[in-house]
């Protein structure tokens, strides 16, 4: 199954919407509230095992669908920074 595929299917099973586009906005369409980003975020670094900081926590990364697969997609191509 392909990220895009794994992550609408975690909104629709989660937020119990169908009826969106990979563009439309979770935030001004009301399909995702602020807790629900959080179990988004919560999801997408344990399915996808990458961490989020908090700076990427923006609408630029995670307000559709199009923009969590684009971003998940640099996060794991990425080189993990060594602590």
Not at 7 to 32: A, C, E, Y
Not at 47 to 58: M, P, R, Y
Request: aromatic share 10%; charged share 30%; net charge negative.
């Amino acid at each position: 199954m392909s990220v895009r595929d794994r992550i609408r299917n975690f909104i629709v099973d989660t937020f119990f919407v169908d009826d969106f586009g990979d563009d439309d906005s979770f935030l001004r369409k009301g399909l995702i509230d602020s807790t629900g980003m959080m179990e988004l975020v919560a999801f997408i670094e344990t399915e996808f095992g990458i961490k989020l900081e908090d700076t990427e926590l923006v609408p630029e990364n995670l307000d559709s669908l199009s923009r969590v697969v684009a971003f998940v997609g640099h996060k794991q191509s990425s080189p993990r920074k060594q602590s």
